[in-house]
């Protein structure tokens, strides 16, 4: 079974410190994804890579950045967190020849 | 670009009957589409996707669904709900011509599922 991994279930952090988020899959897949879930909004994706040490916006990228240094490691990077940055942050990842993305268990962020 | 309409946001059923939960998108050619489930405090589960071929899909769970691009629909059924399934689904539709998903997929608000003993 493919099997993604959130390095941390809850997360309570400060406004303005610098917020790691951490996602590894192990099942060699070239894709990696973040999305924010929000009630009422459902997913919305922050970013992606197709590949080591490349990224691609999604649709609300502003506030992130991340960072893919290994092929089953995929960084969401908060520079300086803000309460509207509180959030559930779910990681997928999918193989290049298939459209089925595979959900970690997500981070619930939470921005003080 | 395209978009996902779940126009119920929630719905609920007693155990034991039978749910229908829709799912209209907008893409301008044949889409991958998916349903995925989530249980509270969980990440995503897929439930069933469609890519090509035969129109009614089956997922795990009992669930099934019908891609009908007529209505550009895809509606997720259940004959017969359990207490177990009370959770949110989500209907996401993901491009054709981004060779392997490397888009992102675009999901709908998603449906909150409530079910009556």
């Known amino acids: 079974d493919v099997k993604v991994t959130q390095s941390s279930r809850y997360l309570v952090k400060r406004t303005g410190e610098k917020v790691f988020l951490e996602c590894v899959q192990d099942m060699d897949h070239e894709n990696m994804f973040w999305y924010r879930q929000d009630p009422g909004l459902g997913l919305r994706l922050i970013y992606f890579s197709y590949d080591v040490k490349m990224k691609e916006k999604g649709d609300i990228p502003e506030g992130y950045s991340v960072s893919r240094e290994k092929k089953e490691r995929f960084s969401l990077i908060l520079e300086s967190a803000s309460t509207n940055q509180t959030s559930m942050y779910l990681c997928?990842?999918?193989?290049?020849?298939?459209?089925?993305?595979?959900f970690g268990p997500g981070t619930r962020l939470t921005v003080l | 670009a395209q978009s996902v309409t779940q126009p119920d946001i929630h719905i609920t059923v007693s155990e034991g009957a039978s749910l229908e939960l829709r799912c209209n998108y907008s893409y301008g050619a044949t889409p991958y589409l998916f349903w995925y489930v989530q249980s509270p405090g969980q990440g995503l589960q897929l439930l069933l996707k469609y890519f090509s071929g035969d129109t009614l899909v089956q997922g795990i769970k009992g669930f099934e669904a019908e891609f009908k691009r007529s209505q550009s629909s895809f509606n997720l059924r259940k004959p017969s709900v359990h207490w177990s399934d009370a959770a949110e689904y989500f209907c996401?539709?993901?491009?054709?011509?981004?060779?392997?998903?490397?888009?992102?997929?675009?999901f709908g608000k998603g449906t909150h599922l409530i079910i009556q003993p």
């Open positions: 996401a539709v993901g491009a054709r011509d981004s060779g392997g998903g490397a888009d992102g997929l675009t």
């Open positions: 997928a990842s999918s193989s290049i020849w298939a459209d089925t993305q595979y």
